[in-house]
């Protein structure tokens, strides 16, 4: 089977992020595949082992510095990559990502395509069910187990779904999500890690993709982005169980307001 895993460059989930004049600060952040899409190249690194055949090619829209966190994903396992390294088409929203990433798709040949079922930076979880729709696929959401038939044409999906599981059956090829629990990801050997220096990453601009600006406005603009307040201090009740009790009571009707 022939695989595409779309992957995001996101900052370190232990990141301490900082936001500075409406925007984060970039400066001394660490890089790393978004780990819902980490789920995904596992699953299909796992799938490729199975079978024997065809490979495994991450997908990924990002500035030049994206190469670094491609390398991680080959680094694991996949065989190739293509980065869609254009200033142009950065920095859009989440309907733009998935025009930009659809078209690449259609340049592609695949039997499948996996996705992490959002990105932990902006947590929008719409890009992956927007490339679906746009290349008229099938898509499968928050799969926590995934199955292939032995012909390679169907697949069946558990899901987890408000807290509940359900089960999917879709035909191939189509877009499905990982969601945590679908396995455990891997770490790179230091053999994968030479050898990912070695691997092709194809760079495709705009032009390549047949876009042009006028085709990619943002239907949503960030204006700003700003921390959340400060939180106020803690409290400390002096007194007995049955004393202290009362007076909390009273502090959460009286000042919180929430009993």
Do not use: F
């Amino acid at each position: 089977m022939n695989i595409v895993v779309l992957i995001k460059r996101v900052p370190d989930t232990e990141t301490r992020i900082q936001i500075k004049d409406g925007k984060v600060v970039t400066d001394g952040i660490s890089w790393i595949i978004s780990p819902y899409d980490e789920y995904g190249v596992e699953e299909a690194l796992r799938i490729k082992e199975k079978y024997g055949t065809g490979k495994v090619t991450l997908l990924c829209l990002g500035p030049e510095e994206a190469k670094e966190t491609i390398r991680k994903g080959l680094a694991l396992g996949a065989d190739d990559a293509v980065h869609i390294n254009d200033p142009a088409l950065l920095n859009g929203d989440a309907s733009v990502t998935a025009k930009v990433l659809a078209a690449a798709l259609k340049k592609m040949q695949y039997d499948l395509i996996l996705a992490g079922k959002q990105a932990v930076d902006e947590d929008n979880a719409q890009v992956a069910v927007r490339v679906a729709e746009l290349l008229d696929l099938p898509c499968v959401n928050s799969v926590i187990k995934l199955d292939i038939a032995e012909d390679k044409k169907s697949a069946r999906c558990l899901r987890e779904v408000d807290g509940d599981r359900d089960i999917a059956e879709t035909t191939l090829p189509a877009l499905i999500t990982a969601q945590q629990g679908l396995n455990e990801p891997r770490y790179p050997s230091l053999k994968g890690i030479m050898g990912a220096k070695k691997k092709p990453i194809v760079d495709w601009k705009a032009a390549d993709l047949g876009l042009d600006s006028a085709s990619l406005t943002p239907k949503l603009e960030t204006v700003r982005l700003d921390p959340p307040p400060a939180r106020p201090p803690g409290k400390k009740i002096p007194g007995d169980a049955v004393t202290a009790t009362k007076e909390l009571v009273r502090l959460l009707r009286e000042e919180a307001k929430v009993i």
